[in-house]
């Protein structure tokens, strides 16, 4: 087993602000591209209608996830939660209970590794 965390948050888009939402993304990426190297993987996807998104992140670890989490904090939630309102989170893994302490607030789902493989 690895100790990576990886979550899947699905977000309500706010009307008329998918515009946001794509200056927002690349700038987020770009800076988490750059300030963060435990964050693995970060993947984000608009259904059809553009009021759904979901984003992929990989984590390093648990830390790496509340490193995360206190970066992102300061430096674009406000402009995140103008633009989304938060409507499932599924973490995998096995975060520990700092990171769920960290997001009790999301009433994450969190989903037991029972077996696998990555190439």
Known sequence: MTENVYWVIELAVSPGCYEDLKTLNAELIEATRKNEPGMLDNHWAISDDRQVC???ERFQDSAA?????QWFGPNFSERFMKIFK????????????ELKDAIAGLNPVYMTPVGGFRR
């Open 54 to 56: 979901h984003i992929y």
């Open 65 to 69: 996830v509340v490193s995360h989490l």
């Open 86 to 97: 938060p409507t499932r989170v599924v973490v995998y893994g096995t975060p520990s209970q």
